[in-house]
């Protein structure tokens, strides 16, 4: 049984991101997106049936139910999706599926983090101990890579892209090109992060290096936000009167936690769940008006490009070169700005490349719509390459 | 404090304080730890294949009828892969020349991440020969780091 136009996204909401966030609860922004969300699909609460979100800080465990709760909703299908940046992407597909296994029929899915200066959240911490340990992570990761530096996730990217460089080569610029395209078309979204400030390829190489290879511009900087999506059945999609964007295909593969274990360095997990995602929508890559591709590097994006299919491995760099990547040029990427230039507010980054898509499909990106967008590819990436979730959107069933 | 700590206190090595984390090691990897405190690269191979597996685990990732052994690496390898971290990766590195993490590819055949010490960043490069260097950062905890052979 395929999952194949069984259920649409139907409702969006998203908050604007923005650096930090004082005193803000990260349940009251989920709160209040999801509200949005809801709002947006033109139903009352009453009308969702079905929950999905990720732990957070304020609660590392029974976050379904904590969301539930604070809403002041009653769910028959409550779940996590711990999936990194491809949760939200991951939240669509798993929608998608308790739906069409006659679970529920309308999930709200809701994803944010709220942002404070060290100073406070450093405060905080110690005022609440009693948490202190709860999600202390005792991974084989923890244990022979971190005491090596090996933190967060830069040092990683940096590692892919110099052995991609060894292997393929890409020059500078072409990966600048990348980061100067999202940040046009950020500037034509006023919810960006970066809205009203272009950058040339210049800047980005004139930026400092931070992990070799990969410049300040390349990175994405850490913000506060959140992002939420109604997922709704096709039969009830059908009924409503504004377009809704189908889930036409889904592909997921994990394949490790840690850079050092992944089967390469080159040849990642996103060519598996792409073909899965590809195979399943019966649409071929020519047919992709828009590409929402997760970007948290811009070595992210060559390698997602070659790996989704949209050219062959090795030439990256030449398709950049080649196509016109801004959301009014010849291959639409990123519209909204990508997480580079609209701001990666934890998993509410990934997910905004699957708002954005919808939007895309539903003809409501005012400002940077692209022209006759039937189909949008969306790619959530999580870990450092690590855990890949694909989606194709259409108009129509 | 008790004039004995005092005591004590002034007889110990004034070395700063280690803070940069410390892996915990597990009755699985207990093995792995001891012999870098004794200067040696223990990992563990498939008995059926005979190929290589690093981190140290309970079971086979080869199958059901496969059992890990413990045997002693040549601690020789060639770098991977690497970065050379110009800005800290984490607070306990700040204030800190550049930090070279790499992933070694050992010559058993598996990988492994590091550092890659006594090596200007920009001498750094994708198949430099290494080998293995035991670091003792504190009395209890030595680190399998590598440096460029010669």
Known sequence: MSLRGRAAIVGIGELKP?????????????????????????????????????????????????????????????????????????MVSRAVMAIAGGLC???????????????????????????????VDRTPYSEFEAPYGAIGANFGYAMIANRYIHEYGVNPEQLAKIAVAQRYNACHNPNAMFFGQPITIEDVLNSPVIVDPLHMLEIVMPCAGAAALVVT?????????????YILGAGENTTHRSITYAPSLTDTAIKAAADRAFKMAGVRRKDIDVASIYDCYTITVL?????????????????????NLQWDGDFPLNP?????????????????????????????????????????????????????????LGRER | MSDDATTHEAQATPAAPYLK???????????FWDAARAGKLLIQRSKKTGKAVHYPRPVSPFGPDDELEWFEASGRGTVYTYTVARRPTAPPWANEPPLVIAIVELEEGVHMTTNIIDCNPSDMRIGLPVAAVFDAVTPETTLVKFRPTT
């Open chain 1, 105 to 135: 029929e309308t999930v709200l899915c809701v994803t944010g983090t709220r942002r404070e200066t060290q100073t406070s959240s450093g405060q905080r911490r110690a005022a609440n101990s009693a948490f202190a340990g709860r999600r």
């Open chain 1, 303 to 323: 390698l997602s490009l070659e790996d989704a299919g949209f050219c062959k491995k090795g030439r990256g760099g030449r398709f950049v070169d080649e196509h």
């Open chain 1, 18 to 90: 923005v650096r930090h966030t004082e005193g803000a609860t990260t349940l009251g922004m989920l709160a209040e997106t999801g509200r949005q969300a809801v709002a947006d699909a033109g139903l009352e609460l009453a009308e969702v049936d079905g929950l999905i979100t990720e732990n957070f800080a304020e609660a590392p465990f029974m976050a379904p139910s904590t969301v539930v709760e604070y809403l002041g909703m009653k769910a028959r299908f409550a779940e996590i999706v711990d999936l990194g940046g491809a949760t939200g992407a991951g």
């Open chain 1, 233 to 245: 059945s096709a039969r009830r999609a059908a009924k409503m009167k504004r377009p809704a964007a």
């Open chain 2, 21 to 31: 984390p410390l892996p915990e090691p597990t009755r699985v990897s207990q093995p």
């Open chain 1, 336 to 392: 909204h700005g990508g997480q580079l230039s609209f701001g990666q507010a934890g998993t509410a980054g990934g997910m905004s490349h699957v708002t954005e898509a919808a939007r895309q499909i539903m003809g409501r990106a005012q400002g940077r719509q692209v022209k006759k967008c039937r189909f949008a590819f969306v790619n959530g990436n999580g870990g450092i390459m690590s855990e890949q979730v694909s989606l194709i």
